[in-house]
């Protein structure tokens, strides 16, 4: 079973940017998608953006044009890019990789508050 590190969350201020990383413990060519949820408080957890294995992305209204995910195969790590961070960004962020059944990482607090 892959296990998945997610990496990079903490506090920033409004405007700032931060780069999550979610490290997998093996090869990730073989997921068909891999991407990243998030979840604040009192609400429930949305889908934020996917890549799939030959590199289409696709995300949610929010964070377009704010967000960018990339991954590197070659590193066996997915990279969530966060630009011009608002205060309604503040949640934990997951990170999940899909092939036959789906992986869950364990979650990165972000924080965005002046």
């Known amino acids: 079973q892959v296990q998945l590190v997610e990496s990079g969350g903490g506090l920033v201020q409004p405007g700032g940017s931060l780069r999550l990383s979610c490290a997998a413990s093996?090869?990730?060519?073989?997921?068909?998608?891999m991407g990243w949820y998030r979840q604040a408080p009192g609400k429930e957890r949305e889908l934020v953006v996917q890549?799939?294995?030959?590199?289409?992305?696709s995300y949610v209204d929010s964070v377009k044009g704010r967000f960018t995910i990339s991954r590197d195969n070659a590193k066996n790590t997915v990279y969530l890019q966060m630009d011009s961070l608002k205060p309604e960004d503040t949640a934990v962020y997951y990170c999940?990789?899909?092939?036959?059944?789906?992986?869950w990482g364990q979650g990165t607090l972000v924080t965005v508050s002046s």
């Open positions: 999940y990789a899909q092939s036959s059944s789906r992986v």
């Open positions: 093996r090869s990730i060519s073989s997921f068909y998608a």
């Open positions: 890549i799939a294995s030959g590199g289409s992305t």
